[in-house]
């Protein structure tokens, strides 16, 4: 298994910065014998459908959502298997729970998520 611990986030000013960082730990022996493939950062504000914010892959390939693009930016460091989340210019909209997911890639081409409890971020306009 693998087990996710988010750091980061609270409250922040419009316009502010704030950092999230996920470490990923295989818990078992099984786990540990597998890699990391995509890792990610997806968002869900209340009454609101939880959505993708950004994706890195294994080789440092990074995707955003249009309504982060410039102003987040996704990182990785393979040998910590941890994934940052730099969030700059933050806007009102961009309140809610942050949830760190990393897949870990089986032999058989199969993908197996896994996901963060999530933790709060709260902009004032």
């Known amino acids: 298994q693998v087990q996710l611990l988010e750091s980061g986030g609270g409250f922040a000013q419009a316009g502010g910065s704030q950092k999230l960082s996920c470490v990923a730990s295989?818990?078992?022996?099984?786990?540990?014998?597998?890699?990391?493939?995509?890792m990610e950062w997806h968002r869900q504000a209340p009454g609101n459908r939880r959505e993708l914010v950004a994706t890195?892959?294994?080789?440092?390939?990074?995707n955003y959502a249009d309504s982060v693009k410039g102003r987040f930016t996704i990182s990785r460091d393979n040998a910590k298997n941890t994934v940052n989340l730099q969030m700059n210019s933050l806007k009102a909209e961009d309140t809610g729970v942050y949830y760190c997911?990393?897949?870990?890639?089986?032999?058989?081409?199969?993908?197996?998520?896994?996901w963060g409890q999530g933790t709060q971020v709260t902009v004032s306009s």
């Open positions: 997911k990393v897949d870990l890639s089986l032999p058989n081409g199969l993908l197996l998520p896994f």
């Open positions: 890195i892959s294994s080789s440092g390939v990074t």
């Open positions: 295989k818990t078992t022996s099984a786990s540990r014998r597998f890699d990391f493939n995509a």
